[in-house]
Protein backbone atom coordinates (compact mmCIF):
# COMPACT_ATOMS: atom_id res chain seq x y z
CA UNK A 1 0.00 0.00 0.00
CA UNK A 2 2.54 2.34 0.84
CA UNK A 3 4.52 1.82 -2.26
CA UNK A 4 1.33 2.74 -4.04
CA UNK A 5 1.02 6.08 -2.57
CA UNK A 6 4.62 6.99 -3.19
CA UNK A 7 4.06 5.94 -6.88
CA UNK A 8 0.53 7.70 -6.75
CA UNK A 9 2.21 11.00 -5.33
CA UNK A 10 5.74 10.65 -7.99
CA UNK A 11 3.00 10.34 -10.78
CA UNK A 12 1.01 13.68 -9.43
CA UNK A 13 4.32 15.53 -9.03
CA UNK A 14 5.30 14.85 -12.64
CA UNK A 15 1.99 16.31 -13.90
CA UNK A 16 3.09 19.26 -12.16
CA UNK A 17 5.93 19.91 -13.44
CA UNK A 18 5.00 19.27 -17.04
CA UNK A 19 3.67 23.02 -18.67
CA UNK A 20 0.42 22.81 -20.44
CA UNK A 21 0.66 22.72 -24.45
CA UNK A 22 -1.57 25.60 -24.18
CA UNK A 23 1.13 27.63 -21.88
CA UNK A 24 3.62 26.15 -24.50
CA UNK A 25 2.29 27.26 -27.72
CA UNK A 26 1.54 30.45 -25.94
CA UNK A 27 5.30 31.36 -24.95
CA UNK A 28 6.05 30.43 -28.12
CA UNK A 29 3.58 32.77 -29.95
CA UNK A 30 5.27 35.55 -27.67
CA UNK A 31 8.81 34.75 -28.50
CA UNK A 32 7.48 35.32 -32.46
CA UNK A 33 6.19 38.55 -31.70
CA UNK A 34 8.34 40.09 -29.92
CA UNK A 35 10.95 39.10 -32.75
CA UNK A 36 8.95 40.68 -34.86
CA UNK A 37 8.61 43.62 -33.44
CA UNK A 38 11.76 44.04 -32.90
CA UNK A 39 13.05 43.18 -36.70
CA UNK A 40 9.91 45.70 -37.18
CA UNK A 41 11.90 48.66 -35.44
CA UNK A 42 8.58 48.71 -33.29
CA UNK A 43 11.28 48.04 -29.99
CA UNK A 44 14.75 48.04 -29.11
CA UNK A 45 16.67 45.79 -28.27
CA UNK A 46 16.56 44.50 -24.77
CA UNK A 47 20.43 44.99 -24.39
CA UNK A 48 20.63 48.53 -25.21
CA UNK A 49 18.17 49.39 -23.03
CA UNK A 50 19.75 47.24 -19.97
CA UNK A 51 22.60 49.80 -20.18
CA UNK A 52 20.82 52.65 -20.15
CA UNK A 53 18.56 51.40 -17.04
CA UNK A 54 21.89 50.01 -14.88
CA UNK A 55 23.66 53.80 -15.26
CA UNK A 56 19.98 55.52 -14.14
CA UNK A 57 19.24 53.03 -11.56
CA UNK A 58 21.00 51.62 -8.50
CA UNK A 59 21.30 47.72 -8.52
CA UNK A 60 21.53 44.82 -10.85
CA UNK A 61 18.42 43.71 -13.51
CA UNK A 62 17.46 40.30 -12.50
CA UNK A 63 14.56 40.02 -14.40
CA UNK A 64 13.24 41.05 -17.26
CA UNK A 65 9.72 40.49 -19.50
CA UNK A 66 8.21 41.82 -22.64
CA UNK A 67 4.84 42.98 -22.68
CA UNK A 68 2.08 44.23 -24.93
CA UNK A 69 -0.43 46.58 -23.45
CA UNK A 70 -2.79 47.46 -25.78
CA UNK A 71 -1.05 49.27 -28.11
CA UNK A 72 2.35 49.71 -26.58
CA UNK A 73 5.24 46.93 -26.05
CA UNK A 74 6.89 47.30 -22.47
CA UNK A 75 9.47 46.03 -20.95
CA UNK A 76 8.95 44.89 -17.15
CA UNK A 77 12.55 44.88 -14.99
CA UNK A 78 13.00 44.01 -11.80
CA UNK A 79 15.94 45.76 -10.14
CA UNK A 80 17.60 44.24 -7.21
CA UNK A 81 19.57 47.00 -5.23
CA UNK A 82 22.62 47.06 -3.06
CA UNK A 83 20.05 47.30 0.13
CA UNK A 84 18.08 44.51 -1.27
CA UNK A 85 14.56 46.06 -1.33
CA UNK A 86 13.24 45.19 -5.17
CA UNK A 87 11.89 47.62 -7.51
CA UNK A 88 10.52 47.21 -10.97
CA UNK A 89 10.33 49.79 -13.67
CA UNK A 90 8.52 49.87 -17.06
CA UNK A 91 9.84 51.13 -20.23
CA UNK A 92 8.28 52.02 -23.34
CA UNK A 93 9.85 49.21 -25.50
CA UNK A 94 10.41 51.69 -28.12
CA UNK A 95 12.33 54.62 -26.72
CA UNK A 96 13.13 53.60 -23.51
CA UNK A 97 10.93 56.24 -21.68
CA UNK A 98 10.35 55.27 -17.91
CA UNK A 99 6.33 54.31 -17.91
CA UNK A 100 5.69 53.64 -14.77
CA UNK A 101 7.57 51.76 -11.62
CA UNK A 102 6.76 50.25 -8.24
CA UNK A 103 8.61 49.61 -5.21
CA UNK A 104 11.38 51.80 -3.77
CA UNK A 105 13.12 53.18 -6.23
CA UNK A 106 16.43 54.04 -6.46
CA UNK A 107 18.10 56.09 -9.38
CA UNK A 108 21.86 57.27 -9.20
CA UNK A 109 23.02 61.35 -8.61
CA UNK A 110 24.40 62.90 -11.19
CA UNK A 111 27.64 62.00 -11.85
CA UNK A 112 27.17 58.83 -9.07
CA UNK A 113 29.84 56.40 -10.32
CA UNK A 114 28.35 52.99 -11.21
CA UNK A 115 30.19 49.68 -9.67
CA UNK A 116 32.11 47.85 -11.70
CA UNK A 117 31.15 44.06 -12.14
CA UNK A 118 33.30 41.55 -10.10
CA UNK A 119 36.23 40.23 -11.60
CA UNK A 120 36.10 36.73 -13.07
Known sequence: MKLYRAL????????????????VAQERRDH???RAALEAGQIRPLSDLLAEVERRFRGRVIEADLERDDT???????????????FIVELDA???ALVRSRGPV???AV???????PMR
Open 8 to 23: LASFFAVLLLIPPAAS
Open 106 to 108: QER
Open 72 to 86: QWLYELKILPPNGRV
Open 32 to 34: ERA
Open 111 to 117: GEAQPRP
Open 94 to 96: ATG
